[in-house]
């Protein structure tokens, strides 16, 4: 049974730092391409940040140069560290992992006030 579980999320100042995590089980992550996405209310779901089976990235234009996606094979957990995070970020994100049968982790909530 894969289970994706997210981490990481809260409340953050304009400006601030916040890294996600996304620890699986049940499946092997470095073999995977992968995904970190954001729901704000009212709007569709959208790619934040990829990364590939040979750690090629690809980024939402903006949040590029801000965030950057990386994983752990040892851990098999994604991560998403987001700098200078701005109100805007404001959203759901959850962890991909794509594929024939895609899985989705729960969800972690990212609030940008002040």
């Known amino acids: 049974q894969v289970q994706l579980v997210e981490s990481g999320g809260g409340l953050v100042q304009p400006g601030g730092s916040l890294r996600l995590s996304c620890a699986a089980s049940g499946i092997i992550l470095s073999i995977k391409s992968l995904g970190w996405y954001r729901q704000a209310p009212g709007k569709e779901r959208e790619l934040v940040a990829g990364i590939g089976p040979f750690d090629n990235t690809n980024y939402a234009d903006s949040v590029k140069g801000r965030f950057t996606i990386s994983r752990d094979n040892v851990k098999n957990t994604v991560y998403l560290q987001m700098n200078s995070l701005k109100p805007e970020d404001t959203a759901v994100y959850y962890c991909?992992?794509?594929?024939?049968?895609?899985?989705w982790g729960q969800g972690t909530q990212v609030t940008v006030s002040s």
């Open positions: 991909k992992v794509a594929g024939a049968n895609p899985y």
